[in-house]
């Protein structure tokens, strides 16, 4: 992985932990997908120790909103002064915190969109830079900043950056996810 200067400031992660979590519940879960049991430990709280472990700065956007848009919208209405920012789904619990940093490199480095792509599939988080928080606290809704993605796309903004983390495709949104991530967590333990 590339670096940057130590005096470049680097991108605010938003952990997103708002979600009612209704498929998780419909699949037979009995509590919200983000405090589900994985290995020992919560699904957020593995989604925190990645961030954590990153050593970039983060905030956890856990109040009650309608919809995806509006939980972006706040968080980065909570961190004006970031230098931008990743926004992470609370429900990866398997992202690597040397994913994280590379994504928050490259969007340091000078990238408008950048979004991680493992195995042809774009996955979380997907940074943002500081020049697009306007577009960014002005989304409502469900559907998240797929419209800044696919403006971006329309751009030539949209960088693609592969990295080999299974984590950032890896959610959890039923019981079957949880199943299939705590069989990847463990096959991760035992390569260590």
Known sequence: MSSISPDVPLPCVLVLASGRGERFRTSGGQ???????????CVLEHTLAAVRTSGLPWHLEDAG??????????AVRAT?????????PGDLPLV??????????TLASGAEVVAPVFGGQRGHPVGFAAALG?????????????VLLRAAAQRGALLSLPVEDCGVVTDIDTLADLERAASLLRARCQAR
């Open 31 to 41: 509590v919200h997908k983000l405090a589900a049991m994985l290995e020992g430990r």
């Open 65 to 74: 909103h309608p919809g995806m848009g509006d939980s972006i919208a706040a």
């Open 80 to 88: 004006p002064e970031a230098a931008g920012w990743l926004v992470l």
């Open 96 to 105: 690597q915190a040397g994913t994280l940093r590379a994504i928050a490199v």
């Open 134 to 146: 306007p577009q960014l606290m002005a989304l409502t809704g469900e559907q998240g900043a797929s």
